[in-house]
């Protein structure tokens, strides 16, 4: 397809476990950003990547969260241990990494439950 | 840290009427502010991006302004449909997008 597209668009999992959220951004895009929003809430920054490489992973709440994009196309956002704080809808999005046009391009998110 | 405050958090309007959402930020110094609507359960579908250099765009039925001296930002949306009922959030930042918390939109028919 055209647009960005994420991989399941539903988790549901116990405490503990671990996870894996897919990306699959638009082709061409060299920037993938991931989101997490909340209920209610506008999405938060978690991490950006131009290319294989993440430029800025700030926004990662915490150590047991760790996102890669080893061939600088699909990302894959993993999370050990999970909480039930960790519940959200996931977004990715994906943009064409030049100055002056950033624009970001959503993908439909997963939701994430952790029981 | 930039804060992006949208008021009011939601609005309903009979079909016909135009339709105008503010979008307020605090550190004017901002790259491109952007703004996304989104369907109930659905991701964001991008609506328009105005560079900092721009003051306003078009597109359709719709045109954005950016004031970067006041920190805001006013999305237009002329004659109202009921198709047009959705949440409409505004993010604005380089790569690291800040986003308000939305206003959900009500289009009665």
């Keep these: 397809g055209a647009g ?29 950003y ?8 506008g999405p938060e920054f978690l991490i950006y ?19 890669v ?19 959200a809808v996931y977004l990715c999005a994906s943009s064409l990494g030049t100055s002056g046009d950033n624009e ?10 952790v029981l | ?17 135009n339709l105008v959402l503010n ?15 989104q369907d109930p359960g659905k991701g964001l579908t991008s609506l328009l991006l105005i560079q900092s250099s721009q003051r306003e765009q078009t597109s359709g039925r719709l045109n954005a302004s950016l004031d970067k001296s006041s920190g805001r930002s006013t999305l237009y949306i002329a004659a109202s449909q009921p198709g047009d009922s959705a949440t409409y959030l505004c993010a604005v930042g380089d790569y690291k997008l800040s986003f308000g918390a939305g206003t959900t939109v009500t289009v009665r028919a």
């Design chain 1, 4 to 32: 960005v597209s994420q991989t399941p668009s539903n988790k549901v999992t116990e405490k503990g476990k671990y996870v894996e959220l897919r990306c699959d951004p638009i082709s061409g895009h060299t920037a993938l």
């Design chain 1, 34 to 41: 991931w989101y997490r929003q909340s209920l209610g809430q």
């Design chain 1, 49 to 67: 990547f131009q290319g294989t490489g993440a430029a800025d992973d700030s926004g990662l709440p915490n150590d047991r969260f760790f996102a």
């Design chain 1, 69 to 87: 994009r080893p061939e600088g196309s699909v990302s894959t956002l993993k999370i050990q241990r999970t909480e039930r704080g960790d519940s």
């Design chain 1, 104 to 113: 970001q391009f959503f993908g439909p998110g997963t939701r994430l439950t």
């Design chain 2, 1 to 17: 840290k930039q804060e992006v405050t949208q008021i009011p958090a939601a609005l309903s309007v009979p079909e016909g009427e």
């Design chain 2, 23 to 37: 979008c307020s930020f605090t550190d004017s110094a901002i790259y491109n502010l952007q703004w996304f609507r």
